[in-house]
Nanobody, 127 residues
Framework: QVQLVESGGGSVQTGGSLRLSCAAS????????MAWFRQAPGKEREGVAA????????YYAASVKGRFTIAPDNAKNQVHLNMNSLKPEDTAMYYC????????????????????WGQGTQVTVSS
């Protein structure tokens, strides 16, 4: 059974940085289709960044492009989300997600393309 565990959330001021980590276990295969989503109170869960290591591709929402980076750590079976220049509107619960089996999809930032989810980690950015 595949499991995902997020860590690294916290509180920072505007302009600060955080690094989220997602540890994956229980999976087989060499390709990883992983993503980070976020959900603010009263809002829909939205895709932030995704990666498909099988084809070497990354994807970003327009709102975070240039500020966030998704990066795999294959040695540790982890995926990180490096977040820079944080803004108050980045405040949300952040979730790690995985698509099993890993395959190319039209919209890698679409919530329904992922069938395994972590429990979430809170990110709060104050002004």
């Amino acid at each position: 059974q595949v499991q995902l565990v997020e860590s690294g959330g916290g509180s920072v001021q505007t302009g600060g940085s955080l690094r989220l980590s997602c540890a994956a276990s229980g999976y087989t295969g060499n390709s990883n289709c992983m993503a980070w989503f976020r959900q603010a109170p009263g809002k829909e869960r939205e895709g932030v960044a995704a990666i498909n290591t099988g084809v070497g591709a990354t994807y970003y929402a327009a709102s975070v492009k240039g500020r966030f980076t998704i990066a795999p750590d294959n040695a540790k079976n982890q995926v990180h989300l490096n977040m820079n220049s944080l803004k108050p509107e980045d405040t949300a619960m952040y979730y790690c997600a995985r698509r099993e089996p890993c395959r190319t999809v039209v919209d890698p930032l679409r919530r329904h393309e992922y069938n395994i989810w972590g429990q979430g980690t809170q990110v709060t950015v104050s002004s």
